[in-house]
Structures are given as structure tokens and as C-alpha cells.
């Protein structure tokens, strides 16, 4: 079975921090997602990552950074919190290869102050 | 951009009934249509996919049809039970690429 964790499952952080977010997938995929989740908004892409120092802008990717120096590992990076990222952020991995499906972590619910 | 439309927003059923969610998507490239169950507080669970090589797939108590040509997609749940309230998001991949887009989900009450 697929493990996606995510390294914290609750995070308050202050205005004007850097803050970490990290993923770890364990089914060498080669496929990393980072999505921000708002109620009513569903789920909205911010980076994608196919290969290991390989990252594509999603949707959203104002604000936001990534990092993926090992395969199982992809890190969301917020350069300078502010109050308009608090939220619950999911990180997800899938197969490359005759589009495969998503798997989920947990989630971190990410509280700006 | 592309977007995907998911309706209704809310869904109450009494158990027993029936439930439908329906997505439309503006991709004409749109390959690859999953449906992601979501309980509170836990993690989005795959619950069913289908390919544009196929109109219909059925497993137990769901099922998602696909339209192709009116580019929508449906999710039909049977026989509802509590343990199936939930929010439920379809999804749909974009540019031929591995990535997907998200409806905005749908929350599913069944009430006993």
C-alpha cells in the first residue's frame, strides 16, 4: 500500500517566516503534487514535480517554492508566510506513465498568525 | 484556463436512496477522469476512475459514466449507507499531462 506522509498534521507559524512543509512518498513514484485545499475552492494545484530537481508551476504558485532533491522527498517552501496561506495544504505521488492515480497524505493544516 | 464544474455543491439523501454527482470539463485533451472520497479530517481516498476509452464502470454500489462528447461525467452511488456521507471531488487530467484538475466537491449527507 501506498505511504504518503506529511511531516506535521498541524502548523502555526507568524507573518514574515519561512516555513518547511515536507512529503515523503515511499512507492518510488516519480510524480510529486503539492495542492492547497479551501472550502468551496476544492483542490488547487501549486507545484507538480516529475523527476528529482524537476518542478512545473500549478495553478496558484504565487507565494510558493519547491524543493525535490531525492526522489521520495518534495518540500513546499512559503518564501514569507503571510495570513492569505493559512490553510490545509495535501501533498500527493503517482506512477508516471499512461496517467496513474493520485494518493493523498494527511494533510497540514497550516495557521498563519 | 481549464476548469472543471462539479454540481450540486450539497447532497442530503435518506439511506437506502440513491445519489448522483455530476462534473463537467473544458479539456478537450481530458483523458482520465477519477473520483476521490474525502471523510473529515482524513486524507482524499481514490474510490473510482475511468478512461475516455470507456463509457461506464461499475464496482459494487458505484459507478461513473463518461460523455465524451458533452465532455460530463457522472458518479452514481446505489443504496446508500451513513458511512457513505462524505465530501466526494471528481477530477480530470489536463494538457495530456500527468496532472489533474479538481471540481470543487460535493458533500454527501445520507441520513438514516
Known amino acids: 500500500d501506498v505511504k504518503v506522509t506529511q511531516s506535521s498534521r498541524y502548523l502555526v507559524k507568524r507573518t514574515g517566516e519561512k516555513v518547511f512543509l515536507e512529503c515523503v512518498q515511499d512507492?518510488?513514484?516519480?510524480?510529486m503534487f503539492w495542492y492547497r485545499q479551501d472550502p468551496g475552492l476544492g483542490l488547487r494545484l501549486i507545484y507538480f514535480?516529475?523527476?528529482?530537481?524537476?518542478?512545473e508551476k500549478g495553478d496558484i504558485p504565487e507565494g510558493y517554492s519547491v524543493s525535490r532533491e531525492k526522489k521520495e522527498r518534495f518540500s513546499l517552501i512559503l518564501e514569507s508566510a503571510s495570513t492569505n496561506q493559512t490553510s490545509m495544504y495535501l501533498c500527493?505521488?503517482?506512477?508516471?506513465?499512461?496517467?496513474?492515480?493520485?494518493?493523498f497524505g494527511d494533510g497540514t493544516r497550516l495557521s498563519i498568525l | 484556463g481549464e476548469n472543471v464544474e462539479q454540481h450540486p455543491s450539497t447532497l442530503s439523501v435518506q439511506e437506502g436512496d440513491s445519489a448522483v454527482i455530476k462534473c463537467t470539463y473544458s479539456?478537450?485533451?481530458?483523458?482520465?477522469f477519477p473520483w476521490y472520497k474525502q471523510e473529515l479530517g482524513k486524507r482524499p481516498q481514490l474510490i473510482i476512475d475511468?478512461?475516455?476509452?470507456?463509457g461506464e464502470k461499475k464496482d459494487q454500489r458505484i459507478a461513473v459514466t463518461l460523455n465524451k462528447t458533452a465532455k460530463h461525467f457522472s458518479l452514481h452511488i446505489t443504496e446508500t449507507q451513513p458511512e457513505d456521507s462524505a465530501v466526494y471531488f471528481c477530477?480530470?487530467?489536463?494538457?495530456?499531462?500527468?496532472?489533474?484538475?479538481f471540481g470543487t466537491g460535493t458533500r454527501l449527507q445520507v441520513f438514516p
Open positions: 500527493a505521488s503517482s506512477l508516471t506513465g499512461d496517467i496513474q492515480p493520485q494518493h
Open positions: 512507492m518510488d513514484h516519480e510524480n
Open positions: 514535480s516529475y523527476d528529482v530537481k524537476m518542478k
Open positions: 479539456d478537450s485533451a481530458s483523458n482520465y
Open positions: 475511468i478512461r475516455s476509452n470507456v
Open positions: 477530477a480530470a487530467s489536463i494538457d495530456n499531462t500527468d496532472k489533474l484538475i
